[in-house]
């Protein structure tokens, strides 16, 4: 009986130890250091992106004001276009992931493996032998593979040189309107007074030359 009893308090104790011990391990091992790897190519080509700046922001909810930007570290991919994040900042980041690198346009997107566009640029003759009335104002767009758009609005002059960014690597089709006063959204419909378009081909970081009759 004694043999018995002593049994049963050896037990006892062995499974409140290693429940214990089971339970101070869970607490000792809440925080998760897993670290991603970020990698940056350049589109298309799939070449490595050293020195993509990747800036992090978050929001901060306030009863007042509502959602307000905080700024994260900012991190810096290597020769290999690869950085480090630590999962928990990459997963607080839930107001801007957005990598930026000169001559190569910024994206904004969260995600490991992020592809960038190289520019390239436009200098666009403007001739016109119409008189236009001083409100009107001309707009250039185009829209990249990666479905970002570059946009410029200026009043319509009369004989002018503008320089437009591209995207290089990439067929630009570049659509051009001239408004009477307003362009979309700011008016609907909107008085189109001339409109057309050009496609330019240029390589990355390459410079072009056009023109546009108006």
Known sequence: ??????????????LFASCSSSD??????????????????????????????INLYYCEYDIEFGCLTRFLPVYTTDEKGETKIPKEVYIKADKGFISKKTQYWDRNIKTKEIAMEPEAWAKISLK???????????????????????????KAPK??????????????????????????????PCDILSSGSLSLNPQKFETLTSSINY
């Not at 032998?129 to 609005?153: A, H, Q, R």
């Open 1 to 14: 009986m004694k043999k018995q009893s002593l049994y049963l308090l050896i037990c006892t104790f062995t």
């Open 24 to 53: 101070y391990f869970h607490e000792d091992n809440t925080e998760d250091n897993t670290i991603y790897t970020i990698k940056v190519k350049e589109y298309k080509t799939n070449l490595p992106l050293e020195g993509v700046k």
């Open 128 to 154: 016109t032998n119409t008189t236009f009335p001083s409100t009107s104002l001309f707009v250039l767009k185009t829209t990249g593979e990666l479905n970002i758009e570059s946009f410029k609005s200026f």
């Open 159 to 188: 004989d002018s040189i503008i320089d437009f960014r591209l995207f290089g690597n990439e067929i630009n089709k570049i659509d051009w309107v001239v408004y009477k006063t307003g362009y979309p959204p700011y008016c609907n």
